[in-house]
């Protein structure tokens, strides 16, 4: 069993600045994958944020300059940082991790129960 908590949502004014959390615990061997998605209200799931075991992110040119992704592998904890917050950037957002379970080594796709971002004046 793997879980995924998102923490650090909340209102913000546009302009602002939230920090989310993202912690996975359970049987893990290694987190591959760890990405941050968002789905606003009448909207698709999209990618905000993505980053690589080794460190590589990617971005769509929405968030790109203003949201960073970073890891702690010793923690198995992600974050997502994001500035110059936009009303459009309200949505519930979504931590989802790819990882590898313990003793079977097999892929595990995990989503957190999302937290929300609120930009508003």
């Known amino acids: 069993q793997v879980q995924v908590v998102e923490s650090g949502g909340g209102l913000v004014q546009p302009g602002g600045s939230l920090r989310l959390s993202c912690s996975a615990s359970?049987?893990?061997?290694?987190?591959?994958?760890m990405g941050w998605y968002r789905q606003a209200p009448g909207k698709e799931r999209e990618l905000v944020a993505s980053?690589?075991?080794?460190?590589?992110?990617n971005y769509p040119d929405s968030v790109k300059g203003r949201f960073t992704i970073s890891r702690d592998n010793a923690k198995n904890t992600g974050y997502l940082q994001m500035n110059s917050l936009k009303p459009e950037d309200t949505a519930v957002y979504y931590c989802?991790?790819?990882?590898?379970?313990?003793?079977?080594?097999?892929?595990?796709?995990?989503w957190g129960q999302g937290t929300l971002v609120t930009v508003s004046s």
């Open positions: 980053i690589t075991s080794g460190g590589t992110t």
């Open positions: 989802n991790v790819l990882v590898v379970v313990t003793f079977t080594h097999r892929y595990l796709e995990v």
């Open positions: 359970g049987s893990i061997f290694k987190i591959n994958t």
